[in-house]
C-alpha cells in the first residue's frame, strides 16, 4: 500500500510540473503574440479587400480558405524554419527580424505614399485586392485567396519571428514548438474571426434594418450598415500606423543589437524626459506614446526611402526571375 501512495505521490508530481509547464508555455505564447500586435492589425485590415466584389455566400468560404492557407504557411513551413534557426543560427534572427520590419516600413509609407499620390504605380506592381472582379468566378476566388495566401506568408513570417525572439532563449525545444504552435494558432483564430465579423457586420445590419420586430433593433441595424464603411477606414488607419511603428522599433532595436544603439537610446531617453513631465499616472502611457510615434516617424521616412529601392531594383529583378522561369 505504501508503494502504491508512494506511486500516486509521483504521479501527482509529475503532474504538477505538467501543469506548470503548460502555464509557462501558455503565459510565454501571450507575451510572444503581444508584441506582433502590428503585423496582426495589419493583417486584419488588408484581408477583407480580398472578398470584395464576390457574392456574401462565398464571404466566409473564401475567409475560411485563407484562413486555412496562413495556418500552413505557420506550422508547416514558418514553425520549422523558426526552431531550425533558434538551434542552429540564433544569429539570424535580428537581421531576419530587421528584414521583416522594413517590408512593414515599406509597406506602411507605400499606403500613405497613395494616399498622397492616388494614380501613382505600386512599388511592386501589384494591383489592389479590392478591384472589381471580372470573368471565372471560381478562378477569379482562387487568385484572390492565392494571392491573399502569399500577402500572409509575409505577415505570418514577420509574426512568428516576432514570437520567437519574444521567447526566453533557455526554453527547450518543445517549449518553443508549443509556445509558437498556440501563437501561430491563436492569432490566425483572432484575425480571420475577426476578419469574418467584419465582412459579415454589413449583411448583419441589413438583416436588422429589414426584419428587427422591434424599432430599436431596426435602428442598431441601420447604425451599423452606416458605420462599417467609417470603421474600414479607421482599421485601415490603424493598420498602416501600427506598420510603421513596428516596423521602425524593430529595425531600431535590430541596430541595437547590432552595435549602432544611439537612435534607440535617444529615443528612450526622449520618452522617459517626456514621461517626466506628466504626473506620474500617465507617465507610463506618455512615454510610450512618444516612443511609439518617433518610432512610427521614422519607420514612415525608412519606408519612403525603400519605395524607389523597390521600384527601380528589386521589383525589375523578380520581373527578370518570373520572365526566365516561365521560358
Known sequence: MSGL???LDDVAGIAKIAAASVDDVAGQAAQAGAKAAGALIDDAAVTPKYVHGFAAARELPIVGKIALGSIRNKLVVLLPLALLLSAFWPGAITPLLMLGGSYLCFEGAEKVFHLLFPH?????GHQDPGGNPAGDPLRLEEEKVSGAVKTDFILSAE???????ALPTDNPVWMQAMALVLV???ITALVYGGVALIVKA????????RTGRLSLTRALGRVIVAVMPGFMKVLMIVGTAAMLWVGGSIVLHGLAELGFAAPYDAIHHLAEAGAHLVPEVLAGAVGWSIGAAIDGVLGLIYGFALIPLAMYVIDPIIALAAKFKSK
Open 5 to 7: 501512495l508512494a506511486l
Open 120 to 124: 501613382a504605380p505600386h512599388a511592386d
Open 184 to 186: 501561430a494558432l491563436g
Open 159 to 165: 509574426i512568428m519571428t516576432i514570437a520567437l525572439a
Open 202 to 209: 454589413d449583411d448583419v445590419g441589413l438583416f436588422l434594418a
